[in-house]
Nanobody
Framework: QVQLVESGGGLVQAGGSLRLSCVAS????????MGWYRQAPGKQREKVAT???????DEADSVKGRFTISRDNAKNTVYLQMNSLKPEDTAVYYC????????????????WGQGTQVTVSS
């Protein structure tokens, strides 16, 4: 079994910062691409940022220059540093990871965390 557990969400004023963390645990053979997605009320889930196992990143245009994704492979953790937050960033933020489990002979599959609420007040 694999678990992704997010933390770091909360309520912040516009212009403020938050740092989200997501730790993967369980029977992990290899941790491949990881990322953050968000879903606002009444909207579809959208990609915020992704990072490969080698550290290549990709961010949505709406967060470029404000959000930074990073990872610590030794800790099986991915982070999302969010600066200059805006009310439109309010959403539930979900961690996602492509994980090869067990002894490694099965193909990787995607796992989701339970989500953490981020609320930005104006």
């Amino acid at each position: 079994q694999v678990q992704l557990v997010e933390s770091g969400g909360g309520l912040v004023q516009a212009g403020g910062s938050l740092r989200l963390s997501c730790v993967a645990s369980g029977s992990i053979f290899s941790l491949n691409a990881m990322g953050w997605y968000r879903q606002a009320p009444g909207k579809q889930r959208e990609k915020v940022a992704t990072i490969t196992s080698g550290g290549n990143t990709d961010e949505a245009d709406s967060v470029k220059g404000r959000f930074t994704i990073s990872r610590d492979n030794a800790k099986n953790t991915v982070y999302l540093q969010m600066n200059s937050l805006k009310p439109e960033d309010t959403a539930v933020y979900y961690c996602h990871a492509d994980i090869t489990t067990g002894s490694g002979w099965l193909p990787p599959r995607g796992y989701w965390g339970q989500g953490t609420q981020v609320t930005v007040s104006s």
